[in-house]
């Protein structure tokens, strides 16, 4: 815990009740609170500056930021949502400065349950967070309309699933690493195109999955920890 510098340079008004107030407050570490307080402690509506440079507005719980509120990152990234004992709980959007979005649910400052990932670059994946990263269940939709079903470890496709080709073709088994394996299954949309040509349509199929390159949407690890807990900054 930082010392903290107790000092009459606040600017208050005391409202009707006694126990509440609005002001500014300075720590030692550089950083700076404005908002209401309650029994001298950050409590309500407020503003963190941090000296690190990152900020936050919304509501805070004696000293935590607790309930609805927007966290500015030095980095450029931002997370609007619901904050619980210092930490991004429950739901929100986190923006990266890449242009990449999350929108869905956290737990502990991580993403952790339902959401919705949007890569910059047009992939989209729909399913299951743990931890931070892409884990369980979900759907990935790729700029080139291909689209993959199934399970997914540590941020990658991988377990049981079906990759959609744009063309109607698919593929049904394992993944392992966001690659396929061998004991899956390939359907042709159009099989009479082959005209009985076994190696002709091998080497379709095999030139198929080749190109398949499971970019970012399938393969990238998401780990991000939205904001330490503000006790170790304002109390």
């Known amino acids: 815990m930082p010392n903290i510098v107790f000092s009459n340079q606040y600017s208050v008004e005391y409202q009707q009740d006694i126990e509440w107030k609005t002001g500014v407050k300075y720590y030692k570490n550089g950083d700076v609170y404005i908002g209401m307080f309650k029994f001298n402690v950050p409590h309500g509506l407020g503003i963190c500056y941090y000296a690190r440079g ?81 884990n369980g269940n979900g759907t990935s939709h790729f700029k080139n309309d291909d689209m993959y079903e199934g399970e997914y470890k540590a941020g990658k496709i991988n377990g049981n699933g079906i990759y959609y080709f744009k063309n109607g073709d698919r593929y049904e088994g394992k993944f392992k690493a966001g690659q396929f394996c061998d004991n899956g299954t390939y359907y042709l949309e159009n099989i009479n195109i082959y ?41």
């Open 54 to 134: 990152d900020k936050y507005i919304g509501h805070l719980k004696f000293g935590d930021l607790s309930g609805n509120g927007v966290y500015y990152f030095q980095s450029g990234a931002r997370c609007e949502g619901e904050y619980k004992a210092g930490r991004s709980n429950g739901n929100g959007i986190y923006y990266f400065p890449s242009g990449n979005i999350y929108e869905g649910e956290f737990k502990a400052g991580r993403f952790n349950g339902n959401g919705i990932y949007y890569f910059i670059n047009g992939n989209r994946y729909e399913g299951e967070f743990k931890a931070g990263e892409i």
């Open 195 to 235: 005209e009985g040509d076994n190696f002709k349509m091998i080497t379709y199929i095999k030139e198929n999955l080749k190109r398949v390159s499971f970019v970012e949407g399938s393969t990238t690890t998401i780990n991000v920890t939205c904001t330490a807990s503000a006790k170790n900054n304002l109390n």
